[in-house]
């Protein structure tokens, strides 16, 4: 089963092929030419014979049809190695940016599911966010799917995705003045400090934080600290706000 947590699961029990979706190459991008509510009764009417993986709806909405183990009929012979998202409107139109934002978020997932590189993609050969009109005659003909003002917003929605795929920086402890260590010699931040001490080399703490800072601790953390070329407050075996900063010490 892979399915993307943020979206509504809407599954479909027809229209699809269970299993199959066994390598892919990217996700591409469709216009309904009609309503996510259309869209989604119309998945399920025999008639149809299409489907796709995700939908969106302009205001924002997140549907997936399809588990992307499954394999979907959005784009004929592009189906066995695309995964599909199709995006309520008619032909022409652009993607609201909340659609855009669905759109980043979904292939961020992809990217981080199946190693699919952030990029736009060109061609049925090519990998990434990729759209229905690139396939050609292969694709079933679909040349203004999802049109040329869409294609256009590709390039945006590929920086979106990999603002989101960056992983976040650590958040900071704020330093919390020399004389707070001498009465916390057991707090969870001062652990905190203590193992990125011993990771900057310096051999104070090595032994662990707490009780056990010693006077022989004390004068190893200064050393250190001299090493680094602080002076004054921050060379005195206690941290000081500089080498507090330098230290980067992750917030517990
Ligand atoms: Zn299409």
């Given amino acids: 089963m892979a399915k993307y947590s943020k979206a509504q699961w809407r599954p479909i029990s027809i229209n ?3 299993g199959g979706q066994t390598s892919v190459r990217g996700l591409v991008v469709h216009i309904m030419a009609g309503t996510l509510s259309g869209t989604d009764s119309w998945f ?3 008639a149809a014979r299409a489907s796709s993986h995700f939908g969106t709806g302009r205001t ?3 549907y997936q ?3 992307t183990t499954n394999r979907a009929w959005a784009q004929a012979n592009g189906n066995t190695a695309w995964l599909s998202i199709e995006n309520e409107g008619k032909g022409g139109d652009s993607l609201t940016s909340a659609q855009m934002d669905r759109i980043a978020e979904v292939f961020a997932w992809v990217h981080k599911t199946y190693g699919v590189p952030l990029q736009v993609a060109k061609s049925p050969s090519g990998r ?3 759209y229905h009109a690139m396939g050609g005659s292969g694709w079933g003909g679909h040349t203004q799917c999802p049109g040329t003002r869409i294609v256009k917003q590709l390039p945006e929605i590929v920086a979106r995705a990999k603002r989101l795929a960056k992983p976040a920086a650590p958040k900071l402890a704020p330093f919390p003045g020399a004389a707070w260590f001498k009465r916390n010699p057991r707090s969870p931040l001062v652990t905190a400090m203590g193992r ?3 990771a900057e080399g310096c051999s104070a703490y ?5 009780p056990q800072w010693t006077e022989s601790d004390r004068r190893s953390y200064a050393k250190w600290q001299r090493k680094q070329g ?3 407050a921050d060379a005195d075996g206690w941290p000081g706000a500089k080498t507090w900063s330098a230290l980067k010490v992750p917030a517990v």
């Avoid at 090595?206 to 707490?210: A, Q, R, V």
């Fill in 16 to 18: 699809h092929t269970k």
């Fill in 60 to 62: 924002g909405a997140l």
């Fill in 206 to 210: 090595s032994d662990g934080p707490g």
């Fill in 196 to 198: 990125r001490l011993v």
């Fill in 44 to 46: 399920r009417n025999p």
């Fill in 128 to 130: 990434g966010l990729g």
């Fill in 230 to 232: 602080f002076g004054g």
């Fill in 65 to 67: 049809w399809v588990d």
